[in-house]
């Protein structure tokens, strides 16, 4: 009785569910083509979510607190292309000091985007909506619309994601690492839970002394952050940084979160369901060219995953509604 | 008496897992202004719902003119000819009162089949009219106040041509003169032979208005009678079901030192000159109609709303708090009005909701102390007696009383030396009420000083120790425990007052 009640509440669980979901996936495809769990394929698996991931997060935390940051996909652009330019033009200067240079320049970016919503008071849509623009703007301007390619990189700037430590890439490391301490940060510090009270409760948050401006701030620069990592290492990995680097990725983040059971209400989730959610879009994209379907499927194919998530939410949601509902006519 | 046009017989309705409503009674007469008298979470509103289509009822029968009746949708009891003018006005701001009117039942006209403006717009005025309400009926409606739209959301009701007109709470929003206003119109009506069902807990308006009345509790009926027949107290306790002893456990306490004096305290527009002091051990009950500011006095106490005049003085020296964290660091905890909105966060664990307020305390260079944190939540989560699985479920997954309960244990772990409870008992059973008065008043014994916000008048006189009645951001008279009676007590909350000569 006890073991069933409790299978009942884990299955509950987004983050069960979509690891069921990525293991009858990957069966299915293994079936097709048995390569597809071989150690080469799920490193590449993992090295192309691993950016995803890793902006997904920062997306995350937005999300949490009931905002969107529509302007990912153009920090990215921008810092990676500032960071690849300062390699362009000084390929002396140690790539740690250029790697720093590109994260420093997302979070200022970001904290642009925290300013706006605290104090310019535009809501968090609008005002990534204007900053996507402007940064992709930024980032024609910076570049004179002109690409740095690889051979235009040093060597050195493009083995940052992919010089390895003990068999793993530093792209997956990296993404460990921000997994990690950002687990870290929503469970254990003030901060983190600030997020989800402002995400929860607006009002109530107020009424305890916990301060939205301050949450915007963090959250908008830490994902800022994240995408200044994520625009160094998305150059250097495809040793490329073109202008339109990153275009549309914002709608991939969204849907990582979607999938991982983030409430686009603000208030629940969590960051083991976003890497869980990253990671199964990873799969299917990676999975789609191993069952030979056209990669023009892919698109079509995420946009139906991300709507049956949506429509499960709503499924979830409702069955909740009902039972709060039950409890308040009491 | 006059025939019945509305019987109900021994109606049910469960919901899963819970009995709502367990075999009610209720005769509706033509001509006869009926209440129906409950606390919150008394059934009123399920019953409502009902009658009008909402909910349908698991057994019972309900007969409407003589016949069996089963209405499937609301609009079907419309048709029929019952209609209900609702607690909170449901109404599309962005359109216009005619629109809002005949939202539902748009008047067609011509042969395609459009909709007849210029028919509707006619009989709107005429309606408005006959309210003697003074309201354009091409205004939008979010440019009304309050009233006006509570107004119009009568209109509505009275612009099918019913036979059965249900108002729920209809004065909750309305000032004195619109209550008188209501009170026409409702007389109005009563003229014209409907039949009407009165839903308030406001038992001034129950003996001014009401010809006959119902009492329910907890989902159960009680009982009936002619109000002329009735005294307040026999109602009360029909209401509340048990020894008033035992609902406000208040136990004598000697009042302490002062703790804080509020001078001519004054925001513009809200409230002026409130001016009041506040004793260790003491339990101030703040008594008013909806509006009169006594949330807005708590929330600049708090921090949360803005002085613009006047002084606070906290254990003899000024205060001037600008942020809830500076009237946090004195000591002052502040339970909001609406527990669901302002209170508890749902996502969030019992345990975490209980230590909100204190995270900066309970975390070192912003790292939380999990440990710590997890003595104070099952500290006082145990105290309040929060019936949970665990302490590691969502809010959202408690009763309102348990809700309740959470932010009670949330602002107690602070250890605050002043509570402020602003309508503690709103909407919750009788049983958690009983016991959220009995921790206020130990709490108070040990020399807690509590300022509690109440528009149930019951509660007020139960537990005050002091009342302080406002009216339209004044205050307007104040009572000891034993000066206190709910006539003066109303009087001074429609402001009337002075009249007495207090």
């Known amino acids: 009785m006890k073991v069933a009640k409790n299978f009942k509440t884990l299955m509950q669980k987004r983050e069960v569910t979509l690891i069921i979901l990525i293991v009858i996936l990957t069966a299915v495809v293994t079936f097709r083509a048995p390569g597809f769990i071989k150690i080469n394929n799920i490193s590449r698996i993992l090295n192309d979510t691993s950016i995803l991931m890793i902006v997904a997060i920062g997306q995350f935390f937005v999300i949490l607190t009931g905002g969107i940051d529509l302007s990912v996909g153009s920090i990215i652009a921008f810092s990676g292309m500032a960071a690849s330019m300062m390699n362009q033009y000084n390929p002396a200067l140690p790539v740690v000091l250029v790697l ?26 609008i005002t990534t909506l204007g900053t996507m623009s402007i940064y992709r703007g930024f980032t024609f301007v910076l570049s004179r619309g002109q690409w740095v390619t690889a051979h235009e990189m040093s060597e050195n700037y493009m083995n940052i994601p992919h010089g ?16 990690v301490l950002t687990y870290y940060f929503s469970k254990y510090t003030r901060s983190g839970r600030e997020v989800y009270a402002i995400g929860g409760n607006k009002t109530a948050a107020h009424f305890v002394g916990v301060s939205k401006p301050k949450v915007d701030m ?19 990995r495809y040793a490329a940084a073109v202008n339109e680097t990153a275009a549309g990725f914002e709608l991939q983040t969204v849907a990582a979160c979607v999938l991982g059971g983030v409430s686009v209400a603000g208030g629940s989730g969590g960051i083991p369901g976003v890497v869980l959610g990253a990671l199964f879009l990873g799969i299917i994209n990676n999975a789609l060219p191993v069952v ?19 429509f499960v939410n709503t499924l979830m949601g409702k069955r909740q509604e009902k039972s709060v509902l039950k409890r308040r006519c009491s | 008496m006059s025939d019945t046009v509305l019987k109900l017989e021994n109606i049910t309705k469960f919901f899963p897992g819970i009995k709502a409503l367990d075999g009610i009674h209720l005769n509706i007469r ?45 609009i079907e009891a419309q048709e029929a000819g019952i209609t209900a003018i609702h607690q909170e006005a449901s109404m599309f701001p962005e359109l216009s009162v005619t629109e809002n009117i005949y939202m539902g039942h748009h008047l067609k006209g011509g042969k395609i089949g459009a909709l007849s403006w210029r028919q509707m717009k006619k009989q709107t005025a005429s309606l408005l009219n006959r309210m ?114 035992q609902m406000y456990p208040k136990s004598d306490v000697e009042k302490g030192d002062e703790i804080l004096k509020l001078d001519n305290l004054s925001s513009d527009g809200v409230f002026k000159n409130i001016s009041f002091n506040l004793c260790r051990g ?106 949970a699985a665990s302490w590691n479920v969502d809010a959202d997954t408690l009763s309102g009383g348990n809700q309740q309960k959470v932010v009670l244990a949330k602002w107690l772990s602070t250890k605050p030396e002043i509570l402020i409870l602003d309508e503690p008992t709103k909407g919750i059973d009788v049983a958690t009420k009983a016991a959220v008065h009995k921790f206020v008043s130990d709490l108070a014994s040990k020399g807690l000083a509590v300022i509690m916000v109440s ?11 002091r009342v302080i009645v406002m009216h339209e951001g004044e205050i307007t008279a104040e009572y000891s425990r034993d000066e206190a009676d709910s006539d003066r007590i109303i009087r001074a909350a429609t402001g009337h007052a002075w009249a007495e000569g207090s």
Not at chain 1, 170 to 176: F, P, Q, T, Y
Request: with cysteine.
């Open chain 1, 164 to 179: 390895h430590f003990i068999g793993i890439s530093n792209l997956i490391w990296s993404a460990v690492i921000v997994v």
């Open chain 1, 100 to 125: 720093l240079a590109g994260i420093v320049i997302g979070a200022v970016l970001g904290a642009i985007n925290g300013v706006l919503v605290t104090f310019g008071k535009v809501p968090p849509i």
């Open chain 1, 292 to 310: 030979n379907l056209s990669p023009f499927f892919q698109m079509f194919i995420q946009g139906v995953v991300v709507l049956l998530a949506m």
């Open chain 2, 455 to 465: 528009s149930e008048l019951p509660e007020i006189l139960g537990m005050s120790d």
């Open chain 1, 218 to 236: 963090i959250i908008f620069s830490l994902s800022g952050l994240l995408c200044g990592l994520a625009g160094v290492m998305w150059t250097a």
């Open chain 2, 132 to 245: 003697e309400l003074d309201i354009n009926p091409d205004t939008l409606v979010k440019n009304l106040g309050v009233a006006q739209r509570h107004m119009v959301e009568i209109a509505k009701a009275l612009s099918i041509d019913a036979d059965v007109v249900i108002m729920d709470e209809p004065t909750s929003a309305l000032t004195l003169r619109e209550v008188e206003d209501l009170y026409k119109i409702v007389r109005q009506l009563k003229a014209e032979g409907k039949a009407i069902i009165f839903i308030s807990h406001k038992f001034d308006e129950i003996f001014e208005i009401c010809d006959y009345f119902t009492v329910l509790r907890d989902g159960k009926y009680i009982g009936e009678g002619r109000v002329a027949d009735h005294n307040i107290d026999e109602i009360v306790t029909m209401m509340v079901g048990r020894s008033l002893d």
């Open chain 2, 30 to 74: 033509p001509g006869e202004v009926h209440a129906l008298i409950g606390e919150n979470g008394a059934g009123k509103s399920t019953l409502v719902k009902i009658l009008t289509g909402v909910y349908f009822p698991t057994s019972g029968k309900i007969s409407y003119k003589g016949e069996d009746v089963s209405f499937k949708t609301a």
């Open chain 2, 282 to 387: 003491e339990i101030l009950g703040f008594f008013g109609l909806v509006g009169a500011g006594r949330t807005e006095v708590m929330r600049a106490i708090f921090g949360i709303d803005k002085i613009t005049s006047g002084d606070l003085t906290l254990r003899g020296k000024r205060f001037r708090p600008h942020s809830a964290k500076d009237a946090m660091r004195q000591q002052i905890a502040y339970v909001p009005e609406d527990r669901q909105s302002q209170g508890v966060i749902l996502e969030m664990s019992i345990a975490k909701n209980i230590t909100l307020p204190q995270i900066d305390d309970l975390s070192t260079f912003g790292f939380l102390h999990s440990k710590k944190e997890k003595e104070i939540s099952v500290e006082y989560g145990s105290m309040m007696e929060i019936k």
